[in-house]
């Protein structure tokens, strides 16, 4: 079975490959496929109780081979990308599963050029792992810890809050005090739901220095809490403190804040399709929309794809994934792309998806438009969108599910060009995802039951046999 999926390795932080032996050996690769000895190696994670272990074990394997792991403080995992642009490391590796619960874990490793590895570099790093493996490589104790530079996070806080300023003051509009301040965010609150993860620190500290107020949530991680009940996965929760605390806008992070969902003033939950066809007629009026494309997925609303039309703005649909969304914007030379689950890349800015970034570059918008968010947000009209996650015990592919792919076929010439059906595996758990979109909101999701019960039932038909 390949440890890679499509966002690098994950799993049960308690079980293989995240076993001490395993993770030694993995590190060892790591740094034999990517560094030259004397490299120094960065290493950053989120909150999980597991991360200490897994960053230890994984500098045990790096040592190994003469390169030097430099630590972090829980970070965010775009800020990897970010700190890779002062040369200082040639890798980066972030131990992180993202949105999902604090039991599992992850190894996401980024490049020198601030980007995630190619999958032919994986598969190298893939090859090195079992050979280590059928070898029974013996890997020593660390002769001493690893190293910490709390400097790290102090330098991707002022990157954001960089990028605000340098957006935010590129247009004399009559909201700057004598002293130069934008003064947008005088007096305005702005909630933030942390998820107890990476963003915990940096988030509120970052906002508050762009001169809003900051109510902060889940701010507390105890190493078990990270994405529970709340974050960009839960933002009703959010929603409702917007709606009390009559803020101007919320920002939901996940566990690894490379992910924002957006609540406006009137505790409306705006996620990636709301962001992206804003965002995307701002920047073409600011004559920042390069190539005046648009990158995101299959999974984009209806609403979307209409909206930019009117805009007379192309939209590229690239596969699920932030890695493929960037590989799209590369091809067709696009400055922004994005998932509707929260992934926002500012291309021009940094080479992946950051949360924060994303919400700094929202607000230099709103000031630019002198705009409330639901203001901002209007130009998108969604249709109505299921989308169903089921646990499945084995991920069968689907043109071996006969039954199951006569019915898809059958909805999609129902639906033609009023509607959609996307089924898919997801790349990181063993969830079989299917979404249907159209008009009739019942219609669709009697669709999306029918189709997701009959690919289960054919699963497990098939197992049993």
Request: charged share 30%; aromatic share 6%.
């Amino acid at each position: 079975m390949a440890l890679f999926g499509t966002d690098g390795i994950r799993g049960n932080s308690t079980k293989y490959p995240f076993d001490n032996g395993t993770l030694a050996i993995i590190g060892k690769a790591i740094a034999k496929v990517l560094c030259s000895k004397k490299d120094k190696l960065l290493i950053i994670s989120d909150t999980r109780e597991s991360g200490a272990r897994i960053q230890k074990e994984l500098a045990r394997g790096i040592a190994s081979e003469g390169v030097e792991a430099i630590s972090g403080a829980a970070m965010p995992t775009p800020s990897a990308s970010f700190i890779l642009e002062s040369k200082k490391f040639v890798a980066a590796i972030v131990i992180s599963a993202s949105h999902n619960p604090y039991i599992d874990n992850g190894i996401k490793i980024f490049a020198s050029n601030g980007l995630k590895l190619k999958d032919g570099i994986e598969a190298k790093i893939e090859k090195e792992i079992r050979a280590f493996e059928k070898a029974a490589v013996k890997i020593p104790p660390l002769k001493k810890p690893i190293k910490k530079d709390l400097s790290l996070l102090k330098n991707y806080e002022n990157f954001i809050i960089s990028a605000y300023r340098h957006y935010g003051f590129n247009r004399n509009d009559g909201r700057k005090a004598a002293n130069g301040k934008n003064e947008f965010l005088k007096n305005k609150t702005i909630v933030i739901d942390c998820a107890n993860g990476a963003s915990f620190k940096c988030a509120p500290e970052v906002l508050r220095k762009l001169g809003a107020k900051i109510i902060a949530l889940n701010i507390k991680p105890n190493g078990k809490n990270i994405n529970k009940n709340c974050g960009a996965l839960y933002p009703q929760n959010l929603a409702k403190a917007v709606k009390k605390h009559k803020a101007f806008i919320g920002f939901a992070f996940d566990g690894d804040a490379d992910r924002l969902i957006c609540i406006d003033e009137k505790g409306g939950v705006k996620d990636g399709d709301f962001f992206l066809a804003s965002m995307s007629k701002f920047l073409k009026k600011q004559g920042k929309l390069k190539n005046n494309v648009l990158v995101t997925t299959v999974m984009a609303n209806i609403g979307l794809i209409i909206a930019m039309k009117n805009e007379k703005i192309k939209v590229i649909t690239s596969k699920v994934g932030d890695r493929y969304v960037i590989e799209d914007m590369q091809k067709h030379k696009s400055s922004l792309g994005g998932e509707q689950s929260g992934h926002f890349i500012f291309r021009d800015i940094l080479k992946t998806g950051d949360g924060l970034l994303s919400a700094a570059m929202l607000l230099s918008a709103l000031s630019i438009e002198n705009k409330k968010p639901s203001e901002f947000f209007s130009i998108i009209d969604k249709f109505p969108q299921i989308l169903i996650n089921k646990e499945v015990k084995e991920k069968v592919p689907f043109e071996k599910l006969q039954k199951s792919s006569q019915i898809i076929e059958k909805y999609k010439n129902d639906l033609k060009d009023k509607g959609r059906i996307l089924v898919r595996y997801s790349g990181t758990e063993n969830l079989l995802r299917v979404m249907a979109e159209g008009k009739d909101e019942k219609q669709i999701e009697q669709i999306a039951k029918t189709i997701i019960n009959s690919i289960i039932g054919e699963i497990n038909a098939q197992i049993r046999s």
